[in-house]
């Protein structure tokens, strides 16, 4: 659609022209980077790798209430977003973007789920490209790239004095006129594609998925598994950090008479996860756990859905603490010979 | 330092034998600053094993983690050793679980490894950046040298040990059955400055700095999981009935986690910091360790992990205690 660009001091003028929407920008605590709802945009800086904490949160936030209730009352209050409410998530990386559009295809499946949809309506995304991919990025092996449009309404691109948007669909151009952007000239537009094709030449890992989907099923019993279950921790940062996954738990709160039913993040690699009422558990081990992560982003979810569930962030190789690396179990996989699978 | 080929000779004697099942030692990650836990079965696996700076991990962590399924009818069940290697820090938590009886001595075969300091990834990553290439880095009584890729730098230890490295009185494993490498002599002392320096703040100050803190919980379990202390098989955060802590994260709910683990902790954590390590969100959950560490030490002049002879402290009483803080 449109090409516009910003000068970089610019940047808190453009936020601040942004009035009737919610905006959400990338925010420090100590070292730490997470989306938050901008309250000062002169605070506001796009100089940053990735958040530690996926923007998955704002569409669906680690702890939501569903509804409210009154013990002893068969009422309920529902606690479904307002869809008509405007949102922006403003700096958003190509990565994460491509990771709603993901997840749009299971929380729109069988059942609509308003809470997640109508945040998701509701939202503008408004991207930056990566110049510079960090070590563990592997975007381009599952259908991204550090200037991927998929997914987003507009793109920005940091061209040092400047910013240059290009804008995608309807809300990104709705974007552009609220911010009240200039137009940009075809050199723009052209250090832009040339800043795009340098990053995808930066990414220094890749796999290659070809047959993964296909295979990973028929590796079900192999001793493989066990090279990176091991050392596994059983804890919840792969998947919690993780922008696709998406499971949760649902629990009942109650303070005196009054109730919540709450869904939060759930992990299939707490134990707990799969443990049955009757105390048989499935998993028993964090072998069948890892299996489980991995198989279901790389073949049960493309099985379903025909898209790999994950976006090569890079995320879970960063922050696992005992260096369980994706890519490696990947690698090992396509090694690994089928026959070789016990038939336990 | 330890000689590499030394240390994988003795995994291979030890893994060939009968009588050991695995051996937790360290192997070179795919990226990074950081070596990774290895655990290996086969002595064909114990070429990928490796000592230097980058062992950070504490591999006590995982003997007392390992799930095994139930053992079929008729089965015997694999009672055989698991040998694990230690730097002194690690030591303390084999000593502490052998103080509280996790298992038996007899268990496990302790290939003692005397040590200079590890790196710090995060101090690494602000000094060089983020690394797609797989670091060695060799410690001595002055400076950390780090192969980066190919590329040597070399730092003064105060810029990129581990702080508990900076501060550490135990260089040397406390438990050992061989060692590997010559003993190294102590460089340091704790005065416990750090928890002089936090207790100055005003109680408005620190309830706002664990605030801050805490909100940015997502309750992974990663500081939990990878404590070598945190060896309930069920966990008191993930109990249900009844459920004493809520699985929704809000600071309450958050505090309670935090709170809880470090209690559990009083009198039993050997500081290896592991927990504060594994952090994606940089909680500085050592703070509060150090602190309990320090009152331990002061009203019951007990030192949690030295001793492998020891009662537990809330198990034992001990007429001489000060009980300056009994009204």
């Known amino acids: 659609m449109g090409d516009y660009k910003f000068a970089r001091d610019k940047l808190a003028d453009v936020l601040t022209s942004l009035k009737e929407y919610q905006v959400f920008a990338p925010?420090?605590?100590?070292?730490?980077?997470?989306?938050?709802?901008?309250?000062?945009?002169?605070?506001?800086?796009?100089?940053?790798?990735?958040?530690?904490?996926?923007?998955?949160?704002?569409?669906?936030?680690?702890?939501?209430?569903?509804?409210?209730?009154?013990?002893?009352?068969?009422?309920?209050?529902?606690?479904?977003?307002?869809?008509?409410?405007?949102?922006?998530?403003?700096?958003?990386?190509?990565?994460?973007?491509?990771?709603?559009?993901?997840?749009?295809?299971?929380?729109?499946?069988?059942?609509?789920?308003?809470?997640?949809?109508?945040?998701?309506?509701?939202?503008?995304?408004?991207?930056?490209?990566?110049?510079?991919?960090?070590?563990?990025?592997?975007?381009?092996?599952v259908g991204g790239g550090p200037a991927s449009e998929k997914g987003l309404d507009a793109l920005m691109f940091d061209l040092g004095d400047a910013y240059y948007v290009n804008s995608l669909t309807d809300k990104g151009e709705e974007f552009a006129k609220a911010a009240g952007l200039e137009a940009a000239g075809d050199a723009d537009a052209k250090a832009a594609a040339k800043q795009g094709e340098d990053a995808l030449k930066k990414v220094a890992r890749s796999i290659d998925t070809a047959g993964i989907p296909e295979k990973l099923p028929s590796l079900y019993d192999h001793p493989f598994w066990e090279q990176f279950s091991d050392r596994c921790l059983g804890c919840g940062i792969c998947t919690f950090l993780c922008p696709t996954c998406h499971c949760f738990d649902i629990q009942d709160e109650a303070e005196a008479f009054d109730a919540r039913r709450a869904r939060m993040w759930d992990?299939?690699?707490?134990?707990e996860y799969s443990l049955h009422t009757s105390g048989h558990n499935p998993r028993p081990t964090r072998k069948e756990r890892t299996r489980n992560r991995i198989s279901h982003k790389y073949s049960y979810f493309p099985e379903k859905f025909d898209v790999i569930a994950c976006v090569g962030c890079g995320r879970c190789i960063n922050h696992c603490p005992v260096n369980i690396d994706i890519l490696d179990i990947l690698d090992k996989s396509k090694q690994a010979e089928a026959k070789e699978a016990k038939t336990a | 330092m330890v000689d590499e080929k030394k240390l994988q000779e003795k995994a291979r004697e030890t893994l060939i034998r009968d009588d050991v099942r695995r051996l937790i030692g360290w192997k070179r990650g795919t990226y990074g600053f950081e070596a990774a836990p290895a655990v290996v079965t086969d002595a064909s696996q114990a070429e990928q094993l490796i000592f230097d700076a980058t062992c950070v991990a504490n591999p006590a962590s995982f003997i007392a983690i390992e799930e095994k399924k139930p053992v079929p009818r008729g089965a015997e069940p694999d009672t055989r050793k698991v040998a694990v290697m230690v730097k002194g820090c690690d030591s303390r938590a084999v000593v502490q679980q052998l103080v509280e009886k996790a298992y038996a001595r007899e268990d496990v075969v302790v290939l003692g490894i005397p040590c200079l300091g590890v790196v710090d990834r995060r101090k690494a990553e602000k000094l060089f950046g983020q690394t797609g290439a797989q670091v060695s880095a060799k410690?001595?009584?002055?400076?950390?040298?780090?192969?980066?890729?190919?590329?040597?730098?070399?730092?003064?230890?105060?810029?990129?040990?581990?702080?508990?490295?900076?501060?550490?009185?135990?260089?040397?494993?406390?438990?050992s059955d061989f060692l590997l490498g010559e003993e190294v002599e102590k460089w340091a002392d704790d005065d416990f400055a750090d928890v002089d320096e936090f207790e100055k703040m005003s109680p408005e100050d620190k309830w706002k700095h664990w605030d801050e803190q805490f909100s940015k919980c997502i309750r992974c379990y990663s500081c939990r999981n990878v404590c070598p202390m945190c060896y309930c098989v069920e966990c008191v955060v993930?109990?249900?009935?009844?459920?004493?802590?809520?699985?929704?994260?809000?600071?309450?709910?958050?505090?309670?986690?935090?709170?809880?683990?470090?209690?559990?902790?009083?009198?039993?954590?050997?500081?290896?910091?592991?927990?504060?390590?594994?952090?994606?969100?940089?909680?500085?959950?050592?703070?509060?360790?150090?602190?309990?560490?320090?009152?331990?030490?002061?009203?019951f002049e007990y030192e949690p992990g030295v001793d492998v002879e020891a009662e537990p402290m809330l198990a034992c009483y001990n007429p001489q205690d000060p009980e300056e803080y009994i009204m």
């Open chain 1, 267 to 271: 992990t299939c690699m707490f134990s």
């Open chain 2, 238 to 299: 993930s109990k249900l009935r009844p459920q004493w802590t809520r699985r929704s994260t809000d600071i309450s709910e958050n505090t309670v986690y935090h709170v809880q683990r470090a209690w559990h902790l009083a009198g039993r954590c050997i500081e290896c910091m592991e927990c504060q390590r594994v952090c994606p969100v940089d909680i500085p959950i050592m703070t509060l360790n150090r602190k309990m560490t320090r009152d331990v030490k002061e009203m």
């Open chain 1, 27 to 141: 925010a420090a605590v100590g070292d730490v980077l997470r989306f938050k709802e901008v309250t000062d945009p002169a605070n506001v800086s796009l100089d940053y790798d990735n958040t530690t904490v996926p923007p998955k949160e704002l569409m669906f936030p680690q702890t939501e209430t569903l509804f409210k209730y009154r013990l002893g009352s068969t009422e309920v209050e529902p606690s479904v977003p307002d869809a008509s409410k405007k949102r922006m998530v403003f700096g958003i990386r190509p990565c994460d973007a491509h990771a709603y559009s993901i997840v749009d295809n299971l929380y729109g499946w069988d059942f609509a789920d308003p809470y997640y949809q109508k945040r998701r309506e509701g939202t503008t995304l408004v991207g930056l490209a990566c110049a510079e991919p960090c070590a563990n990025c592997f975007c381009p092996s």
């Open chain 2, 139 to 175: 410690v001595d009584k002055e400076k950390v040298a780090l192969d980066i890729g190919g590329d040597v730098k070399t730092v003064d230890r105060s810029n990129i040990l581990m702080d508990k490295c900076l501060r550490c009185r135990y260089p040397n494993p406390l438990v």
